[in-house]
């Protein structure tokens, strides 16, 4: 038989490649995986990749830059629920902190108060509140002679050294907890939602800063004190008194000045207040007023 030649082989190995090939295909396995459908203009070059659905998402590893993560479009944050604050409901929280923390002392429990020391104290403030001093008559005569009386008047004697002992007990918290009854008393009149046992006015406040700056009465009693208690009580007042100014309810049109001063004096010789420069700028500013 006569051999084939070489040319006349090229048909039928071509015809074997084909079938070939395709059953390649065929029996291949194949990855679950898309091409995105050409978009219309682009060239052929610019296609997207393939995109295996099976490959899981990845988070980029090392400090990837969080913008380029958003770019692909690959990792989305939750958007974050808005908090709102309430100073309210806050100051509230440091209050009743206090007094629960009071509660736990074993010279509080000694007393044992039948509602805890936050109605104990609440009734003697609301006591003292209802029955405001008056400049005239701390200046009295008879309160001069009678140091430190007014207060043992109206509130009692008993209960005023329960509230001296918790002062002299409590040095690490005292700052804390004047600026909690202060940030109250200026919040009270803005919490109508808000219910607390202690809800002083400004005017009952004002009289007090007078009697505890401007009477022999008070100054003597803020002697008696410790340095702390006492400084406290005098910074406080004087923010009290600005307050009742810029309300117009400064009836004795009291001069601040000195009492700026003398208390600046004294703060910036001590070292027993944690916040003793967040008290001078406060003073620094009301005396370049």
């Known amino acids: 038989?006569?051999?084939p030649s070489t040319s006349s082989l090229i048909p039928v190995l071509i015809i074997v490649s084909i079938i070939a090939g395709g059953l390649y295909f065929l029996f291949k396995p194949q990855n679950d995986s898309i091409r995105q459908t050409p978009l219309p203009g682009l060239p052929q070059t610019d296609q997207p990749e393939l995109i295996n659905q099976t490959a899981p998402l990845?988070?980029?590893?090392?400090?990837?830059?969080?913008?380029?993560?958003s770019d692909t479009g690959l990792y989305r944050k939750a958007p974050m629920d808005a908090i709102i604050a309430d100073p309210c409901l806050d100051t509230i929280k440091e209050l009743d902190t206090f007094f629960a923390y009071l509660d736990t002392q074993d010279y509080i429990k000694e007393y044992q108060f039948p509602d805890g020391s936050k109605d104990f104290v609440a009734s003697v403030i609301n006591k003292a509140l209802s029955h405001p001093p008056t400049p005239e008559g701390t200046k009295s005569v008879i309160n001069q002679v009678k140091k430190g009386a007014y207060l043992y008047q109206i509130i009692g004697g008993q209960n005023l050294l329960i509230l001296a002992k918790i002062l002299k007990n409590e040095p690490d918290k005292l700052e804390d907890i004047f600026a909690s009854f202060y940030k109250w008393s200026q919040l009270t009149g803005q919490c109508p939602n808000?219910?607390?046992?202690?809800?002083?006015?400004l005017d009952q406040l004002y009289r007090y800063a007078l009697f505890f700056i401007g009477s022999t009465d008070g100054q003597h009693y803020l002697g008696r004190r410790n340095t702390t208690t006492s400084l406290l009580t005098r910074f406080y007042a004087v923010q009290i008194i600005k307050a009742a100014q810029t309300s117009h309810i400064d009836q004795y049109n009291?001069?601040?000045?000195?009492?700026?001063?003398?208390?600046?004096?004294?703060?910036?010789s001590t070292d027993l207040l944690v916040k003793k420069e967040a008290y001078l700028q406060t003073l620094y500013t009301l005396r370049a007023k």
């Open 58 to 69: 990845q988070e980029p590893e090392g400090n990837t830059d969080s913008a380029n993560a």
């Open 254 to 268: 009291t001069d601040l000045r000195p009492h700026i001063i003398s208390l600046i004096t004294d703060i910036e």
């Open 1 to 3: 038989m006569q051999k």
């Open 194 to 201: 808000r219910t607390y046992a202690i809800r002083p006015q």
